[in-house]
Nanobody, 119 residues
Framework: QLQASGGGLVHAGGSLRLSCAAS????????MGWYRQPPGKQRELVAT???????NYADSVKGRFTISRDNAKNTVYLQMNSLKPEDTAVYYC???????????????WGQGTQVTVSS
């Protein structure tokens, strides 16, 4: 099960750090990422990171958010700075992983953590 944490209520301009850890035995995690679902809207990509640390960001968060990972801990992080009210959403982590060598990759989603930014 993916355990996401770090969400909360913060004023505009503030910072939060989200983390998400995979707690079961995994051979290898390939891609990791964060997505969000604002109230009344569809889920959207925030940032992704490959096993080789290549990153991709939504235009709306570039320069403010930083995604990183710790492969030894099977954990992905999202440092969010200069938060804006429009960043308010439920944030979900996602991993693409293999349970065993040569096995087909599997996708898994975390349970979501609420981030609320007040103006």
């Amino acid at each position: 099960q993916l355990q996401a944490s770090g969400g909360g209520l913060v004023h505009a301009g503030g910072s939060l750090r989200l983390s998400c850890a995979a707690s079961w035995g995994i051979f290898r995690i390939n891609d990791m990422g964060w997505y969000r679902q604002p109230p009344g809207k569809q889920r959207e990509l925030v940032a992704t990171i490959t096993r080789g640390d290549s990153t991709n960001y939504a235009d709306s968060v570039k320069g403010r958010f930083t995604i990183s990972r710790d492969n030894a801990k099977n954990t992905v992080y999202l440092q969010m700075n200069s938060l804006k009210p429009e960043d308010t959403a439920v944030y979900y982590c996602n991993i693409i992983y293999q349970l065993r060598p040569h096995q087909e990759a599997i996708a898994s989603w975390g349970q979501g953590t609420q981030v609320t930014v007040s103006s």
